[in-house]
Antibody, heavy 116, light 113 residues
């Protein structure tokens, strides 16, 4: 059974940093592109970032470019999102997502709240 | 960026009746390599992550009831629930995976009338 379990969400002040983690199991992690998608409270879905199966290529939404870094450790079946210079508008549930072109498996999400 | 729009914003349908949701992309999402439209539909129930229903515009994900169907091509797409069940109450999103940034529609909330 495919499982994606996010962790690391927290309440922090603007300007702070946080690293989200996603533990993957039930599939060959190193074969898949992985993504982070976020959802602000009561709002819609927004794609944040993606990373190629071998980690050699990454992409970001303009809203997070230069502040967020996606990475992965295929030996540990882990996906990460390093978030720096956090802003109030980054407040959201962050989902770890596997893709086979479309987004076929989603984690339950982890909540990041940025507030003073 | 490809902008995705959906209509209506919300709809209420009687149990057993048809629900139709429209999605429009600001440019074609037809992937020339396989001649398929890079369009997916997701269902999100309160407190849950989204779940894929349809991909390549019309291919139903394994385990999804056949009352859900997708159609359309190019820039105009439709998700149809042929006979609404109580468990279908949710927000439905379309998404293009043709080009970065992958973008979602704003969502359509479906309720029981």
């Amino acid at each position: 059974e495919v499982q994606l379990v996010e962790s690391g969400g927290d309440l922090l002040q603007p300007g702070g940093s946080l690293r989200l983690s996603c533990a993957a199991s039930g599939f060959t992690f190193s074969n898949y592109w992985m993504h982070w998608v976020r959802q602000a409270p009561g709002k819609g879905l927004v794609w944040v970032s993606r990373i190629k199966s071998d980690g050699s290529s990454t992409s970001y939404a303009d809203s997070v470019k230069g502040r967020f870094t996606i990475s992965r450790d295929n030996a540990k079946n882990m996906l990460y999102l390093q978030m720096n210079s956090l802003r109030a508008e980054d407040t959201a549930v962050y989902y770890c997502v596997r893709s086979s072109w479309y987004f076929d498996y989603w984690g339950q999400g982890t909540l990041v709240t940025v507030s003073s | 960026d490809i902008v995705m729009t959906q209509s209506p914003d919300s709809l209420a349908v009687s149990l057993g009746e048809r629900a139709t949701i429209n999605c429009k992309s600001s440019q074609s999402v037809l992937y020339s390599s396989n001649n398929k439209n890079s369009l997916a539909w997701y269902q999100q129930k309160p407190g849950q992550p989204p779940k894929v229903l349809i991909y390549w515009a019309s291919t139903r994900e394994s385990g999804v009831p056949d009352r859900f169907s997708g159609s359309g091509s190019g820039t105009d797409f439709t998700l149809t629930i042929s006979s609404l069940q109580a468990e279908d109450v949710a927000v439905y999103y379309c998404q293009q995976y043709y080009s970065i940034p992958f973008t979602f529609g704003p969502g359509t909330k479906v309720d029981v009338k």
